[in-house]
């Protein structure tokens, strides 16, 4: 009975270790078995999570332009180890992800009327959404802005994307040290 949970959840997209454990004990499963039936499926490549780590990252990054930190708190959700989270999101390099956060605010500024400040908080706040960075966010949409227009171009040359980005990191709890 075990094997066919197993089965059928992977039927429908590559599942990681601990979905599948998690599966298994809501059907009450002992946890014995899953250990047992898991193990085997790791054996003959069945259950991977390094290969579901790289190819999560690839997929979500590449169609939902996803940046690291979201990533890495979706493959934690997934129950994925932090060292093959780790090593998964080292394939996705800083320029990647500057590059992506680049296209996605290029593709929504087309879309985007407005105050070229209602329109930098926008954008910004979407690739926040997105898990990037301040500093990536802000540069992406000032790039932007100065190639949109002259009065865009003008509001994003006051803008000082280093400030802004030390100021949100200093806000940004995630950033604190723990005491």
Same mark, same amino acid.
């Given at each position: 009975?075990?094997?066919?949970?197993?089965?059928?959840?992977?039927?429908?997209?590559?599942?990681?270790?601990?979905e #599948? /454990?998690?599966? %298994?004990?809501? +059907?009450?499963?002992?946890? $014995? !078995? &899953?250990?047992?039936? *898991? @193990?085997?499926?790791? =054996?003959?490549?069945?259950?991977?999570?390094?290969?579901?780590?790289?190819?999560?990252?690839?997929?979500?990054?590449?169609?939902?332009?996803?940046?690291?930190?979201? #990533? /890495?708190?979706? %493959?934690?959700? +997934?129950?994925?180890?932090? $060292? !093959? &989270?780790?090593?998964? *999101? @080292?394939?996705?390099? =800083?320029?990647?992800?500057?590059?992506?956060?680049?296209?996605?605010?290029?593709?929504?500024?087309?879309?985007?009327?407005?105050?070229?400040?209602?329109?930098?908080?926008?954008?910004?706040?979407?690739?926040? +959404?997105?898990?990037?960075?301040?500093?990536?966010?802000?540069?992406?949409?000032?790039?932007?802005?100065?190639?949109?227009?002259?009065?865009?171009?003008?509001?994003?040359e006051?803008?000082?994307?280093?400030?802004?980005?030390?100021?949100?990191?200093?806000l940004?709890?995630?950033?604190?040290?723990?005491?």
């Amino acid at each position: 009975m075990a094997r066919e949970i197993c089965l059928r959840q992977l039927a429908v997209r590559p599942r990681t270790r601990a979905e #599948l /454990a998690g599966a %298994l004990a809501k +059907r009450g499963i002992s946890e $014995e !078995v &899953a250990d047992q039936v *898991l @193990d085997r499926y790791d =054996e003959v490549g069945l259950v991977d999570d390094a290969a579901f780590a790289r190819a999560w990252v690839s997929s979500r990054h590449n169609g939902r332009g996803l940046a690291r930190r979201a #990533l /890495a708190n979706e %493959l934690r959700q +997934r129950g994925v180890d932090g $060292e !093959v &989270a780790s090593e998964a *999101l @080292d394939e996705l390099d =800083e320029e990647t992800e500057a590059e992506t956060a680049r296209t996605l605010v290029e593709r929504k500024l087309r879309a985007t009327r407005g105050e070229p400040d209602a329109v930098f908080r926008r954008l910004v706040g979407m690739l926040a +959404r997105k898990g990037y960075p301040a500093g990536v966010a802000i540069r992406a949409v000032k790039d932007a802005l100065a190639a949109q227009s002259a009065e865009a171009a003008e509001f994003a040359e006051q803008i000082d994307a280093d400030a802004l980005a030390d100021a949100e990191h200093e806000l940004d709890p995630a950033s604190r040290p723990l005491d």
